[in-house]
């Protein structure tokens, strides 16, 4: 192939030159694809191959890969289906491409996070929860004389097997003396019983209990057995005339008495107010059902084994562990079948095909690095890598041919240990005459690919061009490339240093912790009697193979006791006594908390879940151009304040569309779409407030900047200028100020978060708390968020981030290692020093990784 590639990579052609024949068979060949930011841009992918499309975050390579290539595959499936089977299925756009040839059906694997769901779980995702449940149907060890179950019996998403007492959730809502009264030393009269009502309905009830006879003055701890517990949980709801205490001008009135209990559970079962609902809430104790152990499954169920285990038992183990338990069922064969068939159901030939069946789905996840998970995990726990590989497992078992699955970022949340098994798992995928396209940013997956389409140079309007299209070795010689120094080190301009921000760039060593934050015998998850040592004042970096407890250790323990400390309870008044600060059970002694005055979580969680919430409006700047538009002397002259130019109320929106900028259109037989709004063209405001205009600009206009943009247009406005700065340093010049919450990824609102901390008055004292931040960034974006990072420490604050990418960990003050796996395995800190003393232990399975990075 032709290497001379460093033509303008804005001029044609866009791709290496190929033989006649390649260019002919075994290429998808798109021509004129303006996706988003695509520029028109021409390239082929060969089929039967690993190619992975790299380039800066924003810079179009998703647009090609989902939004053009699969979107395209999708659309022409879809036109092969009856229109009114059409309507049933959630259909993706129609590209804006001029030709797409030789482009085969296309499977789409994108990161997203658990299904908000308490009934969903790795087996049902898997599917393999199905296989189990027919194992101890068909072949499981029943009590004498109990018939044989179906299926549905051992699930708890069913009626058939779902626990009558917590209805197959496993979870059980209850209250008890101490959730009702927390300070047994108060009387009725001085508020004992927190759970009821305040104000009138509280003293209704005291006065009915003086009225029934009951002792409202004496401390609730000195009242008798009896009382207590009618008081608290009688069914019984008695009427009588009740003459008001201490109120000689009330008339009498018939009163009814409630318990404690039966207030409290009425409460949530009818009131309308979540605000009711949510302060009953605080008198109930949450914990495991009684009747099923947490199950959520029937008795007849739980009294069904194989191996010695109910289902219950199965589900709860790691996989690496389940495999183990059924191999030897799998090896059976003539005369042990038969033998083991005598006794129990365990060893008959369809517990032997069921087994084997499972073995080998188990395995694939076994290879994929995901032993540690349990078939019983809620996939809400599950982070987006581990949904993603899972959805790959499943996807290895369909036995597809010829079809192209489009991947985002399979190795997101990976640990470079878990990383190889991956591109073990993408080339089998390969093998099986499939094709496979991976947006990436992990360069050594990058490197291991059969081609490469590089996206860019930049983000936004600056990028969306094809700079190279060919063999990985190829790429060397695209100086245009952002990637090529990251994919060759050669090409750096200079060794790769921890970047800081300008006051400590000169630092050569790791800064040295002020004080120390220690947490003692922490237990939660696979964490046994951890001591935890967090030196504040610098940059830590968590690290770990998936499953390790690195989430579980900073995202959960870590947040919750700083949390409890920081925002203790405070009781509504005259219901309980003064709270006090409580650490969460999962943890003992706690030390060196009062050296922080604050705690930010910065996560991936969207910044909204509708278009009406955007980048303008997160990080507040949408404030400061709405004063400065109601400042215009047309919109003075007019009576125009702040507020009419909000596309959020009433006024000056489009009342057409309601300030959304588009409307649903409903088609007979088709499936309904969406479409510019006709009133307001998509501008979301209506003409007389499109009338008023800044330095020439309406305020639609402003929206449809670019950070870039808008950083020139709106200069003059200080705090608006300084919001657009950290934007822009945390490298999301790209986005428009307009663009809605639900077009951004996980770590775009990740940044945009950690850009509106960055824009506030730095006081110091802070924790800052950052679970996988890299995810989704080009190495080159990595960097900028780096030096933003090492801003936050440089003014006196606290970072802590759970992280897999090893520049990131070189570049950190702090190490702390967990492991020596996942799941069971893990919950160990293994060694925690700077980046150099982890390096050297021979006990990490992060240290050979770490020493690869950056020479150390």
């Not at 701890?221 to 709801?237: A, M, Y």
């Not at 109930?284 to 009294?303: F, K, V, W, Y």
């Not at 240990?417 to 050594?444: R, T």
Request: net charge negative; hydrophobic share 40%.
């Amino acid at each position: 192939m032709d290497s001379n590639l460093t033509v303008d990579p804005r001029t044609a052609p866009q791709q290496p030159t190929m033989p006649e024949a390649d260019a002919q068979d075994g290429f998808v060949k798109v021509r004129g694809a303006r996706e988003n930011n695509l520029h028109n841009v021409d390239v082929d992918v060969p089929r039967d191959s690993i190619v992975a499309f790299t380039g800066v975050s924003g810079s179009g390579k998703s647009s090609l890969a989902f939004g053009t290539i699969f979107a395209e595959a999708q659309r022409r499936y879809f036109e092969s289906v009856a229109p009114y089977a059409r309507r049933l299925i959630q259909q993706g756009h129609n590209p804006k491409v001029e030709m797409i040839t030789g482009l085969p059906p296309a499977v789409a694997l994108q990161q997203r996070r658990g299904t908000a769901t308490a009934r969903s779980s790795v087996g049902t995702l898997t599917t393999l929860s199905n296989s189990l449940r027919m194992l101890f149907s068909r072949a499981g060890s029943y009590p004498e004389g109990v018939s044989q179950l179906d299926s549905d019996a051992f699930s708890p998403n069913t009626a058939a097997g779902a626990c009558p007492e917590c209805h197959g959730l496993g979870i059980a809502h209850t209250v008890t003396e101490s959730s009702l009264v927390p300070d047994p030393s108060l009387s009725i009269q001085d508020g004992a019983i927190a759970a009821w009502p305040g104000a009138w309905q509280g003293k209704n009830l005291r006065d009915i209990l003086t009225h029934l006879g009951y002792d409202v003055d004496t401390p609730w701890r000195k009242l008798p057995r009896k009382d207590r517990d009618w008081i608290l949980f009688t069914d019984e709801q008695p009427v009588v005339e009740v003459t008001p205490q201490r109120d000689r001008v009330a008339k009498p009135y018939k009163g009814r008495f409630w318990s404690a209990k039966s207030y409290v559970l009425h409460t949530l079962a009818d009131s309308k107010s979540s605000t009711m609902r949510e302060r009953v809430l605080r008198f109930m104790e949450t914990g495991q059902c009684p009747l099923c152990g947490g199950s959520g499954l029937r008795p007849e169920a739980l009294a069904v084994t194989f191996a010695g285990k109910t289902i219950a038992e199965l589900n709860a183990l790691p996989m690496s562990e389940l495999a183990a338990i059924i191999r030897p069922t799998t090896e059976l064969t003539g005369a042990g079948t038969a033998s083991r068939a005598q006794t129990s159901g365990e060893g008959n030939e369809v517990a032997v095909a069921i087994t084997r069946d499972l073995l080998s789905r188990v395995t694939v996840l076994l290879d994929l690095g995901l032993g540690y998970l349990a078939l019983g995990r809620p996939t809400p726990t599950l982070s987006p890598g581990e949904m993603q590989r899972l959805r790959i497992a499943t996807q290895l078992r369909s036995g597809l041919f010829g079809v192209i699955y489009v991947l985002d970022e399979p190795s997101a949340g990976l640990h470079p240990a878990d990383a190889e098994p991956l591109l073990a798992v993408l080339n089998q995928l390969k093998s099986s005459g499939n094709s496979v396209f991976v947006v990436e940013h992990n360069m050594d997956l990058v490197r291991a690919a059969d081609w490469l389409v590089d996206v860019g140079p930049d983000a936004g309007e600056g990028g969306g061009h094809i700079l190279y299209s060919g063999p990985v070795a190829g790429l060397a010689a695209v100086q245009e490339s952002v990637t090529r120094p990251f994919l060759f080190p050669e090409f750096a301009p200079s060794p790769h240093e921890p970047l800081r921000s300008d006051n400590a760039s000169q630092q050569a060593k790791p800064r040295p912790p002020k004080e120390w934050l220690t947490l003692h015998n922490i237990n939660r998850h696979n964490l046994r009697d951890v001591h935890a040592e967090f030196p504040l004042g610098v940059l830590t970096a968590v690290t770990g193979v998936s499953g390790s407890g690195k989430s579980t250790l900073v995202s959960h323990v870590l947040a919750e006791v700083v949390g409890a400390a920081l925002h203790p309870e405070t009781p509504e008044s005259g219901n309980q006594a003064a709270a006090t600060p409580q650490t969460p059970d999962a943890v003992g002694l706690v030390s060196g908390l009062h050296q922080l005055d604050r705690l930010v979580k910065v996560d991936q969680k969207p910044i909204g879940r509708t278009p009406r919430s955007n980048l303008a409006t997160y990080t507040g700047l949408f404030d400061g151009v709405r004063k400065e538009f109601a400042a215009t002397d047309e919109a003075r002259s007019r009576g125009y304040g702040a507020g009419r130019f909000s596309f959020n109320v009433a006024g000056g929106r489009c009342e057409t569309c309601q300030g959304e900028g588009f409307v649903s259109v409903e088609l007979l037989f088709l499936p309904g779409s969406y479409g510019p709004c006709p009133e307001c063209h998509g501008s979301r405001f209506n003409p007389e407030t499109l009338e008023v205009t800044y330095r020439g600009c309406t305020i639609a206009e402003v929206l449809g900047m670019t950070v870039n943009a808008a950083s020139e247009f709106l200069a003059e406005l200080p705090g608006v200028a300084r919001s657009l700065q950290t934007l822009r340093e945390v490298g999301l010049g790209y986005l428009r100020l307009g663009q809605p919450a639900t077009e951004l990824s996980g770590g775009e609102a990740q940044r945009i978060k950690l850009a509106t901390e960055l824009q506030r008055i730095q006081r110091g004292h802070t924790l800052y708390l950052l679970d996988e931040p890299t995810t989704g960034l080009h190495p080159a974006d990595v960097q900028l968020l780096m030096a933003q990072l090492h801003k936050l420490v440089d003014a006196g604050n606290t970072v802590i981030v759970v992280e897999h990418e090893m520049d990131v960990v070189a570049g950190a003050d702090w190490v702390i290692d967990l492991g020596p796996g996942g799941g069971d395995a893990g919950g160990q800190i293994m060694v925690a020093g700077p980046p150099t003393v982890v390096a050297g232990s021979s006990t990490s399975r992060t240290a050979p990784y770490l020493t690869a990075a950056r020479g150390l």
